[in-house]
């Protein structure tokens, strides 16, 4: 029986780099897809603000959500939850489309069963029907679910712990 023979140092290198690069490749378009598919998210412009003075207790707090990407969004509500709680629920929005350069408003109350809730973001489907939410503690977006046809709304409710609740 013979030795195994391993091939010579200029062929180890290709074989590394040829590896190397289709590795970097496959990043690269990987990373890509995922800044195409948030590009229309991010167009998606949110805030908040109470009814009445800023001071006082108002009865329900207010979301607008405005669409200024090329295309439509979905399903769009609030996120609300209690203030020692860490479970976060949905309020929906009446309307189930935004079209492009439309704006929507979300009225949140401030006592959902007898509790005191704070508002803790949006969310919203793309028109690719990927769920998105916006976090208002630090305004990021994140993706939370594959495409509304494959995924149950129970959950949906699940997958948006991450995002905190901020404002009271």
Same mark, same amino acid.
């Given at each position: 029986?013979?030795?195994i ?11 590394? /780099?040829?590896?190397?690069s289709l ?6 378009l990987?990373?890509d ?11 998606? %412009? ?13 009865s329900r707090?207010? %979301? ?9 969004i979905?399903?769009?509500g609030? /996120?609300y939850? =209690?203030?020692k709680g860490k479970?976060?629920?949905? !309020?929906?929005?009446?309307?189930d489309v ?8 979300v009225? %949140?109350?401030?006592? %959902? =069963? ?5 508002i803790?973001g949006?969310? #919203?489907?793309d ?11 630090? #305004?990021?977006?994140?993706?939370k679910?594959?495409?509304f046809?494959t ?16 404002? !009271?």
């Amino acid at each position: 029986m013979t030795g195994i023979e391993w091939g010579t140092a200029p062929a180890w290198l290709s074989a590394i /780099l040829t590896g190397g690069s289709l590795l970097l490749g496959f990043y690269i378009l990987l990373r890509d897809r995922r800044k195409e598919e948030r590009l229309d998210a991010s167009k998606v %412009v949110a805030m908040y603000y109470p009814e009445g003075d800023e001071y006082s207790q108002a009865s329900r707090v207010r %979301v607008v959500l405005k669409n200024t990407a090329d295309r439509p969004i979905f399903f769009p509500g609030a /996120l609300y939850g =209690e203030k020692k709680g860490k479970r976060l629920r949905g !309020w929906p929005c009446k309307e189930d489309v935004v079209e492009p350069g439309e704006f929507v408003e979300v009225e %949140v109350p401030r006592q %959902v =069963e007898g509790k005191w809730v704070g508002i803790a973001g949006v969310y #919203f489907h793309d028109a690719d029907g990927c769920i998105w939410a916006r976090d208002f503690s630090d #305004f990021s977006l994140v993706r939370k679910g594959k495409p509304f046809p494959t995924r149950k709304p129970r959950r949906r409710r699940r997958a948006f712990r991450r995002v905190r609740v901020t404002a !009271w």
